[in-house]
């Protein structure tokens, strides 16, 4: 089994404290790769989840769900690798772990040994564990507090942030007290049994509608019970010190202003991804985290509950972040004086390729033939500045040609900061030149 020893490799997180003495003597965190090729993505998951939570999103980045520890592949040269196609043609290698606490990784007994600054450290010392110099980062709940974390405290090392269903710590990570939710939360500290924990988590996780689907013959809730009745079996029930230790990582959480600021000026995108449904992680705060982080960050609202990325795969296919940010920062290393210019130009095509195909796909729904659903704008795709067209095409049917032109235009909105930064640092002593 693959256990990173925490202790290894966290010296130099702990300004000049020994990570033994850190109560992190004796930690593993079990993990698990799939995939290969050189661009890697650390996957952080949430609240009593493990690595095998991020099925559908591994499976999406590499192709398959099964790890390499399973296909006989671990003595392979991971960063090399390039025997399956993917981003920059190298492939995806994919990492995802089980927090401490939780699953196969070592369960400490004291809620001082849990907060996602420390859990953080945990996922850092996986990387230098894997070799792996920088990563694309993506973390789901308490995962994506986590996440932070990590992003401020190296960034240099973050290629891209992507949070899913993400909230802040403190009250702010409580659900809204209401029938649905008191019942939730009895049901969840009452739960001794894998069966009972599948129940409850069933509730929490996904809408009553996508539950109520039909898969074949079968309710998707009656399947999905069973996959999470094996699972949590398999893992076996979170202990309560595990329990109790992850709770007070996420009451205790915070990021401070010298935290965002350290994510806003280190030239990554960040992506903030939620479920509109989701009575778990209040929606308010997730968009309160974008606003703060603005203009590297975007946020993305879809129909779905707290684990969106299942209810909504398609549509939170993270591939093709990886893909534009790739693209983004290509054109970020050629940028020079002119870049503020070209970008200009850029965005101005962006627009009128936005305003002209949505214009002509309203006209095909007009006639019968086009996309049905409730029209846009909404919160979940923002215009582009100076185009309030009001006739756009349904939510679903726009979502992915609406979401590549209007990360685009994020994307050339943070080219044009840069350019300007750069231009800054070529002339620091220069006049009448614009700050950022």
Same mark, same amino acid.
């Given at each position: 089994?693959?256990?990173?020893?925490?202790?290894?490799?966290?010296?130099?997180?702990?300004?000049?404290?020994?990570?033994?003495?850190?109560?992190?003597?004796?930690?593993?965190?079990?993990?698990?790769?799939?995939?290969?090729?050189?661009?890697?993505?650390?996957?952080?998951?949430?609240?009593?989840?493990?690595?095998?939570?991020?099925?559908?999103?591994?499976?999406?980045?590499?192709?398959?769900?099964?790890?390499?520890?399973?296909?006989?592949?671990?003595?392979?040269?991971?960063?090399?690798?390039?025997?399956?196609?993917?981003?920059?043609?190298?492939?995806?290698?994919?990492?995802?772990?089980?927090?401490?606490?939780?699953?196969?990784?070592?369960?400490?007994?004291?809620?001082?040994?849990?907060?996602?600054?420390?859990?953080?450290?945990?996922?850092?010392?996986?990387?230098?564990?894997?070799?792996?110099?920088?990563?694309?980062?993506?973390?789901?709940?308490?995962? @994506?507090?986590?996440?932070?974390?990590? +992003?401020? $405290? #190296?960034?240099?090392?973050?290629?891209? %942030?992507?949070?899913?269903?993400? =909230?802040?710590?403190?009250?702010?990570?409580?659900?809204?007290?209401?029938?649905?939710?008191?019942?939730?939360?009895?049901?969840?500290?009452?739960?001794?049994?894998?069966?009972?924990?599948?129940?409850?988590?069933?509730?929490?996780?996904?809408?009553?509608?996508?539950?109520?689907?039909?898969?074949?013959?079968?309710?998707?809730?009656?399947?999905?019970?069973?996959?999470?009745?094996?699972?949590?079996?398999?893992?076996?029930?979170?202990?309560?010190?595990?329990?109790?230790?992850?709770?007070?990582?996420?009451?205790?959480?915070?990021?401070?202003?010298?935290?965002?600021?350290?994510?806003?000026?280190?030239?990554?995108?960040?992506?903030?991804?939620?479920?509109?449904?989701?009575?778990?992680?209040?929606?308010?705060?997730?968009?309160?985290? @974008?606003?703060?982080?603005?203009?590297? +960050?975007? $946020? #993305?609202?879809?129909?779905?509950?707290? %684990?969106?990325?299942?209810?909504? =795969?398609?549509?939170?296919?993270?591939?093709?972040?990886?893909?534009?940010?790739?693209?983004?920062?290509?054109?970020?290393?050629?940028?020079?004086?002119?870049?503020?210019?070209?970008?200009?130009?850029?965005?101005?095509?962006?627009?009128?390729?936005?305003?002209?195909?949505?214009?002509?796909?309203?006209?095909?729904?007009?006639?019968?033939?086009?996309?049905?659903?409730?029209?846009?704008?909404?919160?979940?795709?923002?215009?582009?500045?100076?185009?309030?067209?009001?006739?756009?095409?349904?939510?679903?049917?726009?979502?992915?040609?609406?979401?590549?032109?209007?990360?685009?235009?994020?994307?050339?909105?943070?080219?044009?900061?840069?350019?300007?930064?750069?231009?800054?640092?070529?002339?620091?002593?220069?006049?009448?030149?614009?700050?950022?």
């Amino acid at each position: 089994m693959p256990f990173c020893e925490v202790a290894k490799h966290q010296a130099s997180l702990y300004d000049g404290v020994d990570a033994a003495s850190a109560n992190n003597n004796g930690i593993k965190i079990f993990y698990r790769t799939h995939g290969h090729g050189t661009t890697k993505v650390l996957l952080i998951i949430g609240f009593a989840g493990t690595n095998d939570s991020w099925g559908p999103q591994i499976k999406a980045l590499t192709g398959k769900e099964i790890s390499n520890d399973d296909d006989g592949m671990r003595g392979v040269d991971q960063s090399d690798y390039n025997g399956e196609d993917g981003y920059g043609g190298n492939g995806v290698q994919v990492c995802a772990f089980d927090n401490r606490g939780m699953g196969r990784s070592s369960v400490p007994t004291k809620n001082s040994e849990y907060s996602t600054k420390i859990m953080a450290k945990d996922a850092i010392a996986l990387m230098d564990h894997l070799g792996w110099r920088k990563a694309h980062v993506f973390g789901h709940s308490m995962g @994506a507090m986590i996440a932070c974390k990590l +992003a401020a $405290m #190296v960034p240099d090392r973050v290629l891209s %942030l992507a949070l899913l269903n993400v =909230t802040g710590g403190g009250f702010e990570c409580l659900p809204k007290l209401d029938r649905q939710t008191i019942s939730v939360a009895i049901r969840l500290f009452k739960a001794k049994t894998p069966e009972q924990r599948a129940a409850v988590d069933l509730d929490t996780h996904y809408t009553k509608e996508y539950l109520d689907e039909y898969v074949g013959s079968s309710t998707r809730r009656a399947v999905l019970y069973q996959e999470y009745v094996k699972g949590i079996s398999s893992t076996g029930m979170q202990s309560s010190y595990g329990f109790d230790g992850q709770v007070n990582a996420c009451w205790t959480h915070k990021m401070t202003r010298t935290e965002i600021e350290l994510i806003r000026s280190a030239g990554f995108l960040v992506l903030v991804i939620h479920g509109r449904h989701d009575i778990i992680a209040p929606i308010y705060y997730a968009r309160r985290l @974008a606003e703060k982080l603005l203009p590297v +960050a975007r $946020m #993305v609202d879809l129909h779905g509950g707290h %684990l969106v990325s299942h209810e909504r =795969t398609k549509e939170v296919f993270l591939l093709s972040y990886i893909e534009i940010w790739h693209d983004f920062t290509i054109s970020l290393q050629h940028s020079d004086s002119s870049a503020i210019e070209n970008s200009m130009v850029e965005i101005t095509t962006i627009s009128m390729l936005w305003y002209i195909i949505s214009s002509f796909l309203w006209m095909r729904k007009e006639k019968g033939d086009g996309p049905k659903g409730t029209l846009l704008p909404t919160s979940e795709f923002p215009l582009i500045p100076g185009l309030h067209h009001p006739k756009f095409p349904s939510r679903r049917d726009a979502y992915l040609l609406g979401n590549e032109f209007s990360t685009l235009f994020s994307l050339k909105q943070l080219k044009i900061a840069n350019a300007s930064r750069n231009l800054r640092d070529q002339n620091p002593g220069g006049q009448g030149e614009e700050r950022y």
